[in-house]
């Protein structure tokens, strides 16, 4: 079984700024692809940034200059650390992992429960 559980979501100001993690535990063999998504109401779950194991990164046009994504291999971790917040980018935002649970097995997307950003003008 693997859980990703994220943490950081809050009430910021306009202008502020606010970290999220999310931790990958269970029965992990390796973790490709790590990523956020957000879905404010009434909208489409959206991509926020990705981050390959090797490093590369990925971010929406909207965040780019912004936010940064970056993770931790050692412990299963991705961050995701958010500057200049702005009322837009008030959503629950959502933490996904690719992850592989056996050296022969296939890979499947796993889901964070999703943590509440909300930012105030």
């Known amino acids: 079984q693997v859980q990703l559980v994220e943490s950081g979501g809050g009430l910021v100001q306009a202008g502020g700024s606010l970290t999220l993690s999310c931790a990958a535990s269970?029965?992990?063999?390796?973790?490709?692809?790590m990523g956020w998504y957000r879905q404010a109401p009434g909208k489409q779950r959206e991509l926020v940034a990705s981050?390959?194991?090797?490093?590369?990164?990925n971010y929406a046009d909207s965040v780019k200059d912004r936010f940064t994504i970056s993770r931790d291999n050692a412990e299963n971790t991705v961050y995701l650390q958010m500057n200049s917040l702005k009322p837009e980018d008030t959503a629950v935002y959502y933490c996904?992992?690719?992850?592989?649970?056996?050296?022969?097995?296939?890979?499947?997307?796993?889901w964070g429960q999703g943590t509440q950003v909300t930012v105030s003008s």
């Open positions: 269970g029965s992990i063999f390796s973790i490709n692809n």
């Open positions: 996904s992992a690719d992850i592989k649970t056996r050296r022969y097995y296939s890979s499947r997307v796993y």
């Open positions: 981050i390959t194991n090797g490093g590369p990164t």
